[in-house]
């Protein structure tokens, strides 16, 4: 299924998007797309008999905004330098284990919403990411077989980060990853059932029309359920949480100076099979 909610911010509704394209209200049936429904099995059996039923009130999506996918974010879990080639254009070695860091969950916003670019920054960055949702308690997974079992879907991330606060100012990356609107998210939240391989996707990114990432989770250093089984090792996993699985090769930081980082006016689109597409125009915060 394609899970999603739209309407003005805070006041999103539960949707679907049907396989002809069609979208469906789901607010008749269950109150948000958030952890609670993606752990509670009768609930999504409800969504999926209705939709295979045809009872969904379709809805105008004319002119309708697309929220994030995901209510109630417990929190975003992130992996850094988790592609060969990223970190080859970066110059940075290859991890022996997973590096972490966490994004405040009010950095999710919509996938066609407004970006800011930080008061001062002069280093704002692009990062098309494969976001995994988890959907049932996960802690001392021992097997990939268990981790992939506590995935409820994939989405789209944009981690949009800046590299000057990230890098150049001290301390942790958070400074460079927590600015406001730095994690759109969407449009839908695919089922984990539609995804059968999450290292065969392949990920794009755009600025003002021009190409500047295409990658494939193929070239993930660590694989989805390896990071699933890796993270419950350090902290519990709950329905709801969302874990950005890293960036390909293509971003500003790793291109030849002067780096094209991000400026308001400009406009970023991204995407990855199966799951949609994102555009973001950027504004000065």
Same mark, same amino acid.
């Given at each position: ?18 396989? &002809? ?99 001062? &920054? ?38 949009? &980060? ?124």
């Amino acid at each position: 299924m394609k899970l999603l909610r739209v309407g003005p911010v805070g006041a999103e509704r539960p949707a679907l998007l049907d396989e &002809s394209g069609t979208l469906r209200d789901l607010s008749g049936i269950v109150p948000d797309i958030d952890g609670a429904l993606l752990a509670d099995e009768t609930a999504l059996d409800r969504v999926r008999t209705a939709a295979a039923a045809g009872d969904l009130p379709a809805l105008d999506a004319a002119g309708l905004r697309t929220g994030a996918p995901l209510g109630r974010i417990g929190k975003v879990v992130c992996i850094g330098l988790n592609y060969h080639d990223h970190a080859r254009e970066t110059g940075a070695p290859i991890p022996a284990e997973p590096i972490v860091f966490m994004k405040a969950a009010d950095t999710v916003v919509g996938p066609d919403d407004t970006v800011l670019v930080p008061r001062g &920054s002069v280093k704002t960055d692009w990062e098309v990411e494969l976001a995994v949702v988890i959907g049932r308690t996960a802690r001392y997974l021992e097997t990939d077989e268990q981790a992939l079992a506590a995935v409820a879907g994939y989405t789209i991330a944009h981690d949009v &980060s800046e590299r000057e606060f990230q890098i150049e100012r001290g301390g942790q990356w958070d400074k460079g990853k927590n600015c406001e609107t730095f994690n759109p998210l969407g449009p839908w939240l695919v089922t984990a059932d539609e995804v059968p391989d999450p290292q065969a996707l392949g990920l794009r990114l755009w600025v003002n029309g021009e190409l500047k990432q295409d990658g494939t989770t193929a070239e993930q250093i660590f694989p989805v359920a390896e990071v699933v089984r890796y993270l419950s090792q350090f902290m519990t996993l709950h329905p709801g949480d969302v874990i950005n699985t890293g960036t390909p090769a293509g971003v500003a930081m790793g291109r030849p100076d002067p780096k094209p980082y991000l400026r308001a006016g400009d406009v970023v689109e991204l995407e990855i099979d199966g799951l949609g597409h994102q555009r973001q125009e950027l504004k000065d915060a």
